[in-house]
């Protein structure tokens, strides 16, 4: 279970001040998968690094299965809980699966040379996201979306109780988002892993996840079913747009028209 | 060169024929031989490079040399193998254990020190212009000995001293440097470069001025300015070689992390890496290593710059064969490059050789990245 109670960040100091969070707090059970939504700047990548220790917030405290964050070493918290970043970079020629090897990182000790089992779970990851076929391929020559895979794969070989992932479907066409979805869905599920997305696919995020956040300003506006959080007033609110709230009519699920031109 | 490539060839082989499973073991495999070839390059270089100079010494002499040098050890155990040198024999020994030996042995230390600093450095900024030269540590080092001269401290008058004085001044320019070219959490290129040209030339500059007010043991200090080998003795291999080993050493400690590191500083920090106490250790143990080369053989530059690019092309970009493949290419090359210096007989610094083939190396690099960037 993941708890986040009443966490603060702000930038700088004086008048000179940015507040990106103003106490916000969070609590998302083992087995759920949770969009985070909310526009730009509304502090969603903040949060998720505040999660994984990458910052230390002003004040407030982060718990994984009630053990506070701060309180976990580098290697251990990379046990516990793996990020899939914004941004892949690919400035060094190393092959898909070497990258996907570095996941062994935190359960492997200084000298070791990662073995046959370590191989075998980066191969599991790598066909569960569908880039096994590209393991020996310089990361340099992959495609966005093929490296976006590969690092997503790099998270699952961490072998996580906790997964972030920032804008995981940015650079994927519309059958891979979906289907990196339905990964982590499944995930989420059968590993009973808490996940967290932070995601600008509203209509996407809605069609998969148990609960949705909204963030807006540092703080959270709604939080829930997306039946709850997606509506009209949450989404003008947020966003400053007008949309129409429809229900899919195969699926059920939730989804948004925006108003062009309104 | 081509038995790393057919490395390169064969794992490629293997991964692509769906065995992927034996990938671990031949990659291992492959690392342990292609190590192993680089060793014995070396100590062919050392033994090849011992024949050449100002009078030609066969091989077969320097074996026999070191077989008279191993019964002389023996004979202080008492322990009479009955053979016996003529004068010819007893002359070249010396030649080759005081004079030539030394210098090819500080050659290799000084190789193994600023390549294997300029492989770490290249990993660490993500950059592969980085180099202890081109960023200023080596200037610093430099400075740092210039001082050691200056300053008439009978307490620091030890073999180690100019050593230490190195490491503070290459520590110094490391701060420097580093503080210069950080823009927020990265440290862009041409900041990196920037900063270190700025560094070089201040530390360059301040160390000339020393020199010229105080003008002592000039001979020397422009010897260490020009980077050169032809000061080597025993004592400057002893007073160089602790350090650098150990740099070496405790610089693959730290191979797994570069690794991690090289695809992003809070990426690394993700899969369980303590990026800012590893940054900061490699910094000092790469000024370190890249110090102790200076203390001994002035600023030779532009080593670290191209070896550790050379190996990488081979063996891929995974420090733990880079760094240890690095050294050894490092120093088989300085060792000829030295060779060659001391074949021409114009006793040219043997920092001259390494910047004339460095520089248009350099050159290259930048347009490579002028092309990639889309300029050309």
Redesign the interface.
Known sequence: MLRVVDVHFSYGYGRQTKKILEGVSLRIECGKLVGLLGPNGSGKTTLLKII???LKPNGGVVFLDGKRVSEFS??????E???V?Q?T?A?????A???VL??R??H?R??E????E???IA?GCMQLTDCWHL??RPITTLSGGERQRVFIA??LA?QPKYLLLDEPTANLDLRYQLEIMEIIKRLAVEKKLVVIIASHELNLVAGYCDELVLLNDGKIIAAGAAKEVLTRGNIKRAFGVDVIVETHPLTGAVYLLPINGH | MAIGVWVLETS?HV??EGV??A??LER?RHWRLTLLVLTLALLLSVVLATAVGSTYISPSAILNAFKLAACDFLNKFGLELGVHADAAAETQKLIIFEIRLPRVVLGAIVGAALAISGAALQGLF?NPMADPYVIGISSGALFGVTLSFCLPLSLLAGTYAKQVFAFFGSLLAVFLVYNIARTGSKIPVDTLLLAGIATSFLFHSISTLILYLTLRDWHQIVSWMLGGLWLASWGRVEAAVFPIVACTFLLY?FA?DL??M???E??A??????VEIVKRAILVLAAVAAASAVAVSGTIGFVGLMVPHAVRLVV???HRILLPASALVGASFLIWADALVRVSSLELPVGLITAISGVPFFIYLLLRRKREMGYA
């Open positions: 994984s220790k990458a580098v290697r251990e918290l990379a046990r809980l793996a990020v970043p941004e970079p400035n060094f020629e190393f092959t699966l070497e990258v570095m996941g990182n935190p492997l200084r000298f040379f990662e073995k046959e370590d191989l075998k191969e393991a020996d790099r998270a961490q | 490629a991964v692509g992927k499973h990938y671990l291992v993500k400690f797994r690794n991690a090289l695809l992003g809070e990426s920090l993700h899969v369980g890496i303590e891929g970009p995974d």
